[in-house]
């Protein structure tokens, strides 16, 4: 299992970009019996938990994106997405996707991050 992460770039503040996260290799039942999340680790800080989508589609975010983006998910594609709007500056960081299937533990993935900048 691969997981691919896109979308990521330069942004003026206030700009959006949409993150995609595609799981090759990874069978429909455990990408729809997964927990699917989006991390971010700016430089000199702890990675730190963004936005989750659990199996049953209920999301949670961090209360510094709450409003702004939006994660959703496509089993068919087996991709994971991130819409995010009214960029600011302290948005700038790598952006790590996760899944983590949730009958097991060691089913966990990480992509191989995806750097977002914005410019303010």
């Known amino acids: 299992v691969q997981l691919q992460a896109s979308g990521g770039g330069l942004v003026q503040a206030g700009g959006s970009l949409r993150l995609s996260c595609a799981a090759s290799?990874?069978?429909?039942?455990?990408?729809?019996?997964?927990?699917l999340a989006w991390f971010r680790q700016a430089p000199g800080k702890e990675r730190e938990l963004v936005a989750v989508?659990?199996?049953?589609?209920?999301?949670d975010y961090a209360d510094s994106v709450k409003g702004r983006f939006t994660i959703s998910k496509n089993n068919a594609k087996r991709t994971v997405y991130l819409q995010m709007n009214s960029l600011k500056p302290d948005d700038t960081a790598v952006y790590f996707c996760?899944?983590?299937?949730?009958?097991?533990?060691?089913?966990?993935?990480w992509g191989q991050g995806t750097q977002v900048t914005v410019s303010s």
């Open positions: 996760n899944i983590q299937y949730q009958y097991r533990n060691e089913l966990d993935y």
């Open positions: 989508i659990y199996t049953g589609g209920t999301t």
């Open positions: 290799g990874m069978i429909l039942s455990v990408f729809s019996g997964s927990n």
